[in-house]
């Protein structure tokens, strides 16, 4: 396999041993949630899931780059009529073991169909974790910038006298409370709602990511030449679109079908190259 990607089949609590301490500049992966995919990952139970996922998050920990970013895919489940703590619990237990936990993304599926239980609806939504090594961590804002649209008409159009007197910003951004600061800017920075439909076509496996939604923390969180690491990286999504984006990938997971799909790709795009 090239340099530019490794794919391991493997335990990840196991296989990431092989990576060297701070070699990685992203993490971002989506491992089963509690409960789910019993056939393919066991699936673990909500009270043993914190337990379970520590000495994973241990190495993750290890391999991550000090200005790095790991960002976790994963919801609540719901047991006996209300939502189980497992992730509240495990963001607890991640800080503990020296993560920093410094923001909460969340994933509007915008195409998720409807449902209803007696005590509440389906979700249409899933937290995207982002932890870090230290408070200084590399992270390119501009690459994410969206079109300031259709609020600039509407919220711009007859700025108050109070709207342009409002705060600076405190952390020295440039923006703060003074909405004057927006006047004449065709891109503005998104926020951490993040809108993008599931995928349809699920390629063999039960959850796989749009591939829009790697990519944006790619972009977000990396530079070309940079690594990004998914220790369930099940279908390869983010190995695929990592690579298309110039930066080297690594992809663990379990099962050997995985594994095959994803190098039979990558020896695709090897012989194309030759």
């Known amino acids: ?11 990840c609590a196991i296989e990431l041993a ?13 491992p089963p949630y509690a409960d789910q995919r019993k056939k ?11 337990e379970w996922f520590l000495p994973i998050s241990r190495e993750l920990l290890r391999v991550l780059n000090p200005r790095g970013t790991f960002i976790l895919n994963i919801k609540e489940k719901a047991v006996n009529g209300e939502r189980h703590t497992y992730v509240l619990d495990l963001i607890k237990a991640m800080r503990e073991q020296g993560w920093l936990w410094t923001e909460e993304f969340i994933w509007h599926k915008k195409n998720s169909y409807p ?3 007696p005590n509440r609806f389906r979700d249409s939504w899933e937290r995207l974790l982002q932890f870090n090594k230290s408070k200084k961590f590399d992270m390119y804002q501009e690459e994410v910038m969206v079109p300031v649209g259709d609020w600039a008409k509407a919220r711009l159009k007859n700025l108050s006298e109070t709207d342009k007197i409002r705060d ?3 952390v020295e951004s440039g923006f703060g409370k003074n909405i004057s600061n927006w006047v004449g800017r065709e891109m503005v920075y998104p ?6 439909a599931t995928e349809t076509g699920n390629q063999g496996h039960s959850a796989v990511f749009p591939r829009q939604l790697p990519a944006w923390f790619i972009k977000l969180f990396t530079q ?11 279908s390869g999504t983010t190995m695929f679109v990592a690579h298309e984006m110039k930066r080297c990938a690594i992809g663990i997971d379990i099962v050997s079908e995985y594994i095959d799909s994803i190098e039979e790709y990558f020896n695709m795009c090897e012989r194309k190259q030759a």
Do not use: A, C
Not at 1 to 11: P, R, Y
């Open 191 to 196: 926020t951490n709602v993040i809108h993008m």
């Open 168 to 170: 600076e910003s405190r």
């Open 224 to 234: 070309p030449g940079d690594t990004v690491l998914d220790p369930f990286v099940g």
């Open 40 to 50: 393919t990952y066991g699936g673990i139970h909500p009270d043993e899931y914190v």
């Open 1 to 11: 396999m090239s340099d530019e990607f490794l794919i391991i089949l493997g335990d």
């Open 115 to 117: 449902g209803k239980w």
């Open 18 to 30: 092989q990576l060297h301490n701070d070699s990685v500049q992203l993490i971002i992966t989506s």
